[in-house]
């Protein structure tokens, strides 16, 4: 697309006209612009597109986030405000990953790892059918993107706020030999000053509490301190 343009406030115009036929055009046009070996161009679409009056991605992303910890929360029994009050305060972010090809792509495999946060909505590259894997029956297995959705990688926090209900997801990433693969990730989770215990609604006898009380910024120094070892992290809180 931006080939198209002659400059890149052009391929801005043509996005800005499309992103109101579809909120998540952005992907396509970043995609572009990476395929087409114009990275600084794609990362300076996607910051303009961050601070643009009219769309801003953070913001719709933080509004779905809002809506899936609710959903989560009513699929345990609970207020679909309980896991928001349980986050005491909330930490968002996107970040944009921008893999270039490479000839051996077993070489440059992500290690694996959960993510500290609460869930993580990620819209995948379409055109790559093998980006994200995730542990499932002790193997790797890949996760194919789906057009117009989104994968959501459930996290430490949900585990540990859930008495091991739900299980956060360890995964890794990995390149492919002929083609760029883009992806946009969005983490949510609690403020790093937040006190994150597990909630007592969900201890019972055949439920015993599972995880100690921690503090979300310690517990982010734990996980950066594993160096992206698998779930070593939540171990760290475990009973």
Same mark, same amino acid.
């Given at each position: 697309m931006y080939g198209k343009c002659s400059s890149l406030p052009d391929a801005w115009s043509v996005f800005h006209d499309l992103v109101h036929k579809n909120a998540f055009s952005c992907n396509?046009?970043?995609?572009?612009?990476?395929?087409?070996g114009q990275s600084a161009q794609a990362i300076h679409l996607f910051l303009?597109?961050?601070?643009?009056?009219?769309?801003?991605?953070?913001?719709?992303?933080?509004?779905?986030?809002k809506r899936v910890l609710g959903l989560f929360s009513e699929s345990l029994g609970l207020e679909s405000g309980a896991l928001e009050e349980a986050f005491g305060g909330e930490r968002h972010a996107m970040r944009m990953n921008y893999y270039p090809p490479c000839p051996e792509p077993e070489l440059t495999i992500l290690d694996a790892h959960a993510d500290p946060n609460g869930f993580t909505i990620l819209q995948q590259d379409t055109r790559v059918k093998d980006g994200l894997q995730i542990v499932h029956c002790g193997a790797w297995v890949p996760i194919k993107p789906l057009p117009g959705a989104f994968?959501?990688?459930?996290?430490?926090?949900?585990?540990?706020?859930?008495?091991?209900a739900y299980k956060s997801v360890e995964h890794r990433a990995v390149v492919n030999s002929e083609r760029t693969r883009v992806s946009i990730a969005s983490f949510y989770?609690?403020?790093?000053?937040?006190?994150?215990?597990?909630?007592?609604?969900?201890v019972a006898d055949e439920a015993p509490a599972?995880?100690?009380?921690?503090? #979300?910024?310690? #517990?982010?120094?734990?996980? #950066?301190?594993?160096?992206l070892d698998g779930k070593a992290a939540i171990e760290t809180v475990r009973y």
């Open positions: 396509i046009m970043i995609s572009t612009l990476c395929a087409n303009a597109l961050a601070s643009d009056s009219v769309v801003r991605p953070t913001h719709v992303s933080f509004v779905a986030a994968v959501v990688n459930i996290g430490d926090q949900l585990q540990v706020l859930s008495n091991d989770g609690p403020a790093e000053d937040s006190h994150i215990a597990l909630l007592a609604q969900l599972c995880f100690k009380d921690s503090v #979300y910024g310690n #517990y982010l120094q734990s996980f #950066y301190a594993s160096k």
